[in-house]
């Protein structure tokens, strides 16, 4: 007999267990801010160089550590948040573990320093590969820095398998504005390389998610709010026209956790029903507080799974709430109400809010019972100042996915010269053609007549355009007399640094200006889009859509966001000479039967066909 099993040295059992605290830097960063905030820090600030993996250091203003627990707090399962089993139940700290730090100390080089408010002395630590190298008296101010250097050095594998650092540093972001999010009233600042990304000061959750998510969705949030014995919800969702194609700007907080949860983003996205274009995804901060008994937040390490003592409870709640929501801001116009009768006869103004809706949303059981207690339910008429908003609700925006028709209520936008020399005519100048419902071209061929869908034919010809652009041959540039600038989030400004040298070959000279802002100098010479600024953010935006699909080189992703923003929409009229310009130039194509993506672009009815019809 031979015996094989050993006990792991505590350097390598403390490395397996980190790995499923510390992926990544990331990682890191929450742990870090989570920290702080538990400790009561009212201001918090992030220094990161190279992605976090040179440096991610976290300075907190909070209550300190004493020289005894500085060292113990290295150590695997020593925490200050729970002494029982049964604390676990009534959690009201982001941690509680006692992992993070023991984890973060067994795979990098750390250096913290604290300082408990009322001593005089702090403590400086440093400890690498969970060794503590160094314990002495130090100045230090009041509160805690934390300092992860070289992050993997001594497991080579895991640093190797880190990403970019454009791509660490999305995720950085993300968890930054997860936790920045989450407590508004703290003031936030984040620098990297030398360079300060943001600083926010305290303020409401409105003004935090201004600041994090942009500028743009300062007027598109509708507030929701319902209190009731069992749970509370607080927060925002975006308008239908701030939807996205992106999952992206969505946040669940439980009991202010960041959680990812497939069931209640169900139930928001079902609150939205048709005032969503398909394919889009409703912008939402939505903060749920209920009794730490009713929540598991022990399933997951990295804790952003939880698990409802009534999950069904929780879903209808949420439901209930942005219905109701949606249903205050949007009432159904009255007769007196000066809206385009267009706009009104529109199905998704109609159908989610007629008044059988509202009343059966709002008269059940479930809905009162969540509302009553401050009769918040019952809808008051509204007056014409409210319905200003409800018409900002469906102002145009390119964003809105216009096969809903959204487009077609806005008289003036028909009116508009529909731009652009888009084609030049060759050929098609004798076929017999016209535009139907502002939509689709119809076609008469030798055969029968062809049905085209002008968005995915223009969307196929300008990505062919652009794709024959290449270094060499650059797409022309139409120089901005009136440069514009536009500030971006700094995970999109991140993003758009990737892209600058590939958007210059299409035609799109933008140059970095300071911090997270760019200038526009040139667009594509003969291809005008709406307004600059907005096609950028919408081509980030339709990018990161992409992003999602790896086969895909960062290229070929950026031409099908450009072809598919640059595309002439449902809703716009085409004059005669416009629809036989599109039309040559879909057809001098070698596939013109396919949009990039793969989306039929026509459909042919033969004469055959209609006589077996009707036979
Ligand atoms: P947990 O947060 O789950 O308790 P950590 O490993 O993250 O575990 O931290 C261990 C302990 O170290 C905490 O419980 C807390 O007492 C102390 N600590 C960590 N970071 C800070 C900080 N920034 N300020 C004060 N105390 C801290
Ligand atoms: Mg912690």
Redesign the pocket.
Known sequence: MIDKIVLLPDSIANQIAAGEVIQRPASAVK??L???V??G?TEIQMIVADAGKALLQ?I?N????SGT?AR???ERH?????LSIDDLFHIR????????????AAVAQVELK?RQPGSATGTYIEVENSVVKKQEPVAAQE??S?AMKNLFFNVPARRNFLKSNAAEMRHILDEFTRVAMAFPHILFSLTANGQQLMHLEPGSLKQRIVQLLGQNYNAKLVTVKEDTDYMNIYGFVGKPDVAKKTRGDQFFFVNNRFIKNAYLNHAVTQAFQELLPKDSFPMYVLFIDLDPEQVDVNVHPTKQEIKFEDEKIVYAFVQAAVKHALAQFSITPTLDFDLDPGIQGLPSIQQPFTNEKRTAASSSALFKGFTQKHQAHIIEPSSRQELKHWKDFFSPSANVDSRQGVHNKEPELENKPTSKELFSITDLSEAQVFQMHNAYLVLYVPNGLRIINQQYASERVIYNRLQASTIDKPYPVQQSMFPVSIELTPGDAVVLVELLPLLQQMGYLIEPFGKNTFVIQGTPADIVGADDKHILDLVIEQYKHFNADLKLSSREKLLRSLARQQAVKPGVKLVDREIRALLAALFSNAYYNTTPGGLPIYKEISVVELAQFFD
């Open positions: 742990e870090l989570e920290n702080a538990d400790a820090a976290v907190d909070g209550s300190g550590m627990d113990m707090c290295f020593a925490t200050s948040k729970i700290t982001m941690g509680f573990r006692g992992e993070a730090l023991a984890s973060i604290t509160g805690t934390i």
